[in-house]
């Protein structure tokens, strides 16, 4: 392992690992970098202006050529890191895998392939395969077949392609693990040795982390060439998250979280807990308060796992419960809170926690609730977040707002999906569209639209729930009728 490289002085002053705060005067262009004058346009396109830190400090270095290990937190702008050089170093015109991205999850391999669909946009006709378990084999080896410029994937469902000779990797120039401390988390690093041996020695790999265990320096210093060290320690702007300490008794923690979202009414709220059952229970208690909660875990089928990520990102849930480990890397947008329910003993998973809310331009609670237990870990969490901590009593809280907490859509089901050819667009002309009868929607009643293999979601203003699923069922999507309903419980 050669020099250690933190980030230039001018992109990163305290907090700067945001996407957001690659605005500020010191950031850096794009326009700096080696790029063709298409992608320049495309990024531009995309409001891409400034790079992020990570990306400022790990793109010239991809882009000369060097294998790298690079560290910044969730929400970093990672993907177009690796994305950027990967597409660099392909040739449209050679029909063979020319680059691979190992995911942990299928999830993460989804947001990866899209974000390098958007960034690839400046080229002609690239094809970008998912590759991951949960999914039928025979239509991936059949799109294999036709020949894929890109794969990302999950490393168990790339393996086995590999050893059934579906998948081929002689031509492969860039060699992507994205989440690697999340991949060694959950056990791949014989998959993924196994198949880096399948990969051309003079390839480029770029590894990407969220955090430091010693398990990546090894898994680095087996498959990567004199890698760069890219390091952003995590400190994040203090001016965006407001975060505030609350004491309790271990025994009163779950009813507080009710009283937290009845008082600051967020519409997103991640509510991190450190075991599974602690998951559970509190699923329990905000349920029988009348809270649209729901929980991320392990024990989930994939449909589960969509449908629960589509309803929080889509504002039809108001909460999402989950462990560190299950809400890893999702790139939620607009997140008003973040609950610690349980504090983690670990000041970086602290930082890395609370730092899914204050994104962009947008303000967000970081809410701590401690039992006197709690309190020594408290300091080093402090310093790590930049400051002294504010302690609050909940019973400052209690007069507060009594109304219901509710979220502002609701998420319906269309069967049918991209099998049936649908896109978004033609479920948005069926709510806004004549056509049916019925109420004419406004665009701002229609969220976003998710439209997976075989079903379609979309989320609707809830109070018109019901005349939008009599609408949709009336009329026609696609040509076609659609069976419809409403994800509510
Ligand atoms: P990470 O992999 O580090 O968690 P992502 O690559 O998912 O982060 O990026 C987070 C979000 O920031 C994405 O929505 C992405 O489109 C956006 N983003 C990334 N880079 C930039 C940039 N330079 N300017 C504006 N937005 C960006
Ligand atoms: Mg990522």
Redesign the pocket.
Known sequence: MSELLTPPPSSAPEGAND?AN?NDAAARSFAELPLSPAMQANLRQL??????P??AASLPLALAGHDLIAQ?????????AFALPLLTNLNPRRFAVQAMVLCPTRELAD?VAQ?IRRLARAADNIKILTLCGGATMRPQMASLEHGAHIVVGTPGRIMDHLERGSLRLDALNTLVLDEADRMLDMGFQDDIAYIAKQCPVGRQTLLFSATYPEGIASLARRFLRQPREVKLLERHAGSKIRQRFYEVKHEERLQAVGVLLKHYRPVSTLAFCNTKQQCRDLLDVLHAQGFHALTLNGDLEQRERDQVLIQFANRSCSVLVATDVAAR?L?I?QLEAVINVDMTPDPEIHVHRIGRTGRGDQDGWALSLCSPGDKRRIAPIAQATGGEPEWHGLGSLQSGNDAPLVPPMVTLQILGGRKEKIRPGDVLGALTGEAGGGRVFTREQVGKITVTDQTTYVAVARELAGEAVRKLTDGKVKGRSVKVRALED
Do not use: V
């Open positions: 996407a690659a409001e891409y202006l400034t790079m992020t990570i990306q910044a937190k969730t929400g970093s702008g990672k993907t177009a947001q974000e890397g790139d947008a």
